[in-house]
């Protein structure tokens, strides 16, 4: 006793009732749509509708349909759709990271046996630092472990073996042979992970030369402190024995001339004594002065 549009979803009753217009405007038509429609509950069902026009039938004359619920089905298209734009989302921003990511590469390896590996991902920074495309380096691998230094190889493949074993976090640093020769320092930092019964490494590579340009700077200027420091020390050593050298003149000579009996020309002998250890003393000074205002 109710009118079929009363149960209809209101977000689809216009489209509801051009369908079935169109239907009963054309002869025999069929067509079939997807609408929404409340339950007894009250709650609201996705229903697949296949409509018959048979108005012309004389024994009918009216709609023949076919009603098929499908909410179980549009769930799941739903989640699919919404699944699909999430990896879309993902990929959007791994490509938004790999091209910023301008000093390193990321990447995804597996192992196939002890000495073949095969890049399943790589970015595109690969070019720029191992001068080969993606799919080069998917097809052989050797194309980048080929250019790690052969000093660095075998630190490199131990820390991999140990954090194997336990499944950690793989890192370490070494040298790389760039495709015009050079060398660069690179930075690894890996997971391993079981896919399929084959172990792969999903990690980045950084390019580090500038830190460690930076750290040999370091290091250079540390020894060269170090070793300002043992000459400064080796300076005030020597400045106490050339100052304690006339001033134990100075003071001895000073105590020589305190002696009764002294004769004329002994006294003046001692002063003259005294007075020359005073200028030696007075240079040194001047000498550490003058040090001391060039280090300002």
């Given at each position: 006793g109710e009118?079929?549009?009363?149960?209809?979803?209101?977000?689809?009753?216009?489209?509801?009732q051009k369908f079935v217009g169109e239907i009963v405007m054309k002869p025999h038509a069929t067509g079939t749509t997807e609408i929404r429609y409340k339950r007894k509950d009250g709650k609201y069902v996705w229903i697949e509708i296949t409509l018959v026009n048979l108005l012309s039938d004389p024994d009918i004359n009216g709609l023949l349909?076919?009603?098929?619920?499908?909410?179980?089905?549009?769930?799941?298209?739903?989640?699919?759709?919404?699944?699909?734009?999430?990896?879309?989302?993902?990929?959007?921003q791994l490509k938004l990271i790999n091209d910023n990511f301008v000093s390193g590469m990321i990447y995804q390896v597996a192992m196939l046996d002890e000495d073949k590996r095969q890049f399943n991902y790589i970015s595109e920074n690969v070019n720029k630092l191992y001068g080969c495309t993606v799919q080069e380096a998917k097809e052989n691998s050797n194309l980048i472990y080929g250019k790690l230094?052969?000093?660095?190889?075998?630190?490199?493949?131990?820390?991999?073996?140990?954090?194997?074993?336990?499944?950690?976090?793989?890192?370490?640093?070494?040298?790389v042979i760039n495709p015009d020769g050079s060398i660069r320092w690179a930075?690894?930092?890996?997971?391993?992970?079981?896919?399929?019964?084959?172990?792969?490494?999903?990690?980045?590579?950084?390019?580090?030369?500038?830190?460690?340009?930076?750290?040999?700077?370091?290091?250079?200027?540390?020894?060269?402190?170090?070793e300002s420091d043992q000459l400064k020390s080796a300076f005030l050593a020597?400045?106490?024995?050339?100052?304690?050298?006339?001033?134990?003149?100075?003071?001895?000579?000073?105590?020589?001339?305190?002696?009764?009996?002294?004769?004329?020309?002994?006294?003046?002998?001692?002063?003259?004594?005294?007075?020359?250890?005073?200028e030696r003393m007075l240079n040194i000074i001047n000498d550490i002065v003058n040090i001391s205002t060039i280090e300002s």
């Open positions: 009118s079929t549009w009363d149960t209809v979803h209101p977000d689809d009753l216009k489209s509801a349909g076919n009603y098929h619920e499908i909410t179980e089905r549009k769930q799941v298209e739903k989640e699919l759709i919404e699944a699909k734009e999430k990896a879309e989302d993902s990929e959007r230094h052969p000093d660095d190889i075998n630190g490199l493949v131990e820390k991999e073996k140990e954090a194997l074993k336990k499944m950690s976090i793989f890192k370490t640093e070494c040298r930075y690894y930092l890996s997971q391993p992970r079981i896919i399929k019964g084959i172990v792969c490494w999903d990690g980045i590579e950084v390019d580090i030369t500038e830190r460690k340009q930076i750290e040999l700077e370091l290091l250079k200027a540390k020894e060269k402190a170090e020597n400045m106490s024995h050339e100052i304690r050298t006339p001033m134990n003149g100075i003071l001895g000579f000073a105590s020589l001339l305190k002696k009764p009996n002294l004769s004329g020309d002994e006294q003046k002998e001692y002063i003259k004594i005294i007075e020359k250890a005073g």
